[in-house]
């Protein structure tokens, strides 16, 4: 299994199109053993886009605190799962919590009322 995690800071980014670099770990799901932890920062740069380079690094899930419907359509499209409301808590905690189903997800923090979404902040639309 391979996991995506917006990152800034080491940590999940609240925001997933306002963070520094993805983070892509591979997961042995029979163990829950981390096979690999990789940071990267897409060659294009970090954009609403950034859902499609995504998809193609073969991931399979991502956890992320708040994510527009643009980048929630384009991973929708490419059957990768998306879990919204995640804390911003430090890459390796999220990744234990998440397998072992004790990490505690809230709302989709870029869907509620109020939080424009129609397109991405700074970022060129389109």
């Not at 999220?94 to 990490?103: A, D, F, P, R």
């Amino acid at each position: 299994m391979k996991i995506c995690i917006p990152t800034s800071d080491g940590k999940l980014c609240g925001h997933f199109g306002h963070c520094d670099s993805f983070t892509f770990a591979e997961i042995n799901p029979d163990t829950k053993e981390i096979l690999n932890i990789e940071e990267v920062i897409p060659e294009d740069g970090i954009s609403c886009q950034s859902a499609a380079w995504i998809a193609e690094q073969g991931v399979n899930k991502v956890l992320a605190g708040g994510m527009g419907g643009r980048p929630l359509m384009m991973f929708a499209q490419n059957g990768v799962e998306v879990i919204a409301g995640c804390p911003e808590l430090p890459i390796k905690e999220v990744i234990e919590s998440y397998m072992s189903n004790t990490l505690e997800t809230g709302v989709n923090t870029c869907g509620g009322e109020g939080h424009d979404h129609s397109h991405c902040h700074h970022h060129a639309q389109w």
